[in-house]
């Protein structure tokens, strides 16, 4: 079993930052692809960003500049550094992996973590 569990939003002004974690433990053998989602209210879930076990990222045009996303291999963590954060960013932001197990190879999706940017 794996769990992926989300940390550091809460409530921010806009133009304000906020860092997001996402751990992976449990039966972890290898972690490829990391990726950050978000959902807004009434919206779609909609890819933020992703991030290869070798680094190499990409981003969703229009956060491009704001967000950066980065891991930890040896912590098994993705980070998601948001900045000038707008109130359109308000949504619950997901984090899903790419996990080998002993078992089997499946993408795992952390419980959320709600961000919201407000005056």
């Known amino acids: 079993q794996v769990q992926l569990v989300e940390s550091g939003g809460g409530l921010v002004q806009p133009g304000g930052s906020l860092r997001l974690s996402c751990a992976a433990s449990g039966n972890v053998f290898r972690i490829y692809a990391m990726n950050w989602y978000r959902q807004a209210p009434g919206k779609q879930r909609e890819l933020v960003a992703g991030?290869?076990?070798?680094?190499?990222?990409a981003y969703v045009d229009s956060l491009k500049g704001r967000f950066t996303i980065s891991r930890d291999n040896a912590k098994n963590t993705v980070y998601l550094q948001m900045n000038s954060l707008k109130p359109e960013d308000t949504a619950v932001y997901y984090c899903?992996?790419?996990?080998?197990?002993?078992?089997?190879?499946?993408?795992?999706w952390g419980q959320g973590t709600q961000v919201t940017v407000s005056s």
């Open positions: 899903n992996a790419d996990v080998t197990t002993l078992a089997r190879r499946a993408f795992y």
């Open positions: 991030i290869t076990s070798g680094g190499a990222t």
